[in-house]
């Protein structure tokens, strides 16, 4: 890596710890601009009233947007880190698991009926593409399953099948490491290249799966409420050597402690 691109990395991440702090208003909403480079990001999880002691299940949902001021497409994003807070708790115990090897070259419906059981989220993604000259955008399905183990930790297997400008899968294997500290886990996003010189410009998701193991009742997402506040931090590391990074907070109410006679 260049003398100069580490510099302007160091430059761009101070500027954008800098817009969060005063981005991130009263609708708990992220917005980071740099230069003619936008990320606007939200996100929430329903229930928000949970215990401070136990965890319970929720459903979480997200969407995050790239956006060029000028028009036109934005700077490619090559790398994306989210870390989640301490007061998350993911769950595989007895969910299927989706080898990426099953769904590598599927479409959007084979890899859902080949591995049912082991979807743990859809959404979307869109890119725009160039084709000689004309930028077109597009959106497609997205979905996430339960992948294998990797070192001892969880998988998701991201997925996405499009048809522009050709019939082509993306299945992408996306890590999520235990943490020590506030956070309690991290998932590291390579995001792949796309054909006919495409960018990402938006993702959205929803994620939380139950299923049954064991005679119970199992949720993939759960989540606890003790300081009032649950946290996702992101990284997001761009092809100009752009550094966005920030911290989204949702705010979270506490089950009312029931008085012992």
């Known amino acids: 890596m260049g003398h100069s691109r580490q510099i302007k990395r160091a430059v761009m991440?101070?500027?954008?710890?800098?817009?969060?702090?005063?981005?991130?208003?009263?609708?708990?909403a992220a917005l980071i601009?740099?230069?003619?480079?936008?990320l606007k990001a939200d996100g929430g999880f329903f229930p928000n009233t949970l215990p401070r002691d136990s965890f319970e299940p929720i459903d979480f949902r997200g969407h995050a947007n790239l956006i060029n001021t000028q028009g036109g497409a934005p700077t490619s994003l090559e790398e994306m880190r989210?870390?989640?807070?301490?007061?998350g708790l993911l769950e595989t115990r007895g969910l299927p698991v989706c080898p990426v090897a099953k769904i590598a070259h599927a479409n959007t419906g084979q890899a859902r009926k080949r591995c049912a059981g082991a979807i743990v989220g859809t959404g979307h993604v869109g890119a725009i593409y160039d084709f000689i000259g004309v930028q077109v955008e597009a959106r497609v399905k997205a979905s996430l399953f339960n992948g294998p183990r990797k070192d001892g930790n969880p998988t998701v297997i991201g997925h996405v099948h499009t048809?522009?400008?050709?019939?082509?899968?993306?299945?992408?294997v996306i890590s999520i490491e235990r943490?020590?500290?506030?956070?309690?886990?991290?998932?590291?996003?390579?995001?792949?290249?796309?054909?006919?010189?495409?960018?990402?410009?938006?993702i959205d998701g929803r994620i939380g799966r139950r299923y049954q193991?064991?005679?119970?009742?199992?949720?993939?997402?759960?989540?606890?409420c003790t300081t009032g506040v649950i946290r996702t931090h992101?990284?997001?590391?761009?092809?100009d050597g752009t550094i966005m990074d920030g911290t989204l907070e949702?705010?979270?109410?506490?089950?009312?402690?029931?008085?012992?006679h």
């Open 33 to 38: 601009k740099v230069g003619n480079l936008v």
């Open 234 to 239: 992101g990284h997001f590391l761009f092809a």
């Open 82 to 87: 989210l870390d989640f807070d301490r007061d």
């Open 163 to 172: 048809r522009i400008p050709f019939p082509q899968t993306y299945a992408v």
């Open 179 to 202: 943490m020590k500290g506030p956070y309690r886990y991290r998932a590291n996003f390579d995001v792949p290249s796309l054909a006919a010189g495409g960018v990402l410009t938006h």
């Open 250 to 260: 949702k705010p979270c109410t506490p089950v009312p402690l029931v008085p012992t």
């Open 13 to 28: 991440l101070a500027l954008c710890v800098g817009l969060l702090a005063v981005s991130v208003g009263g609708a708990n």
């Open 213 to 224: 193991f064991k005679g119970r009742e199992h949720s993939y997402v759960n989540a606890r």
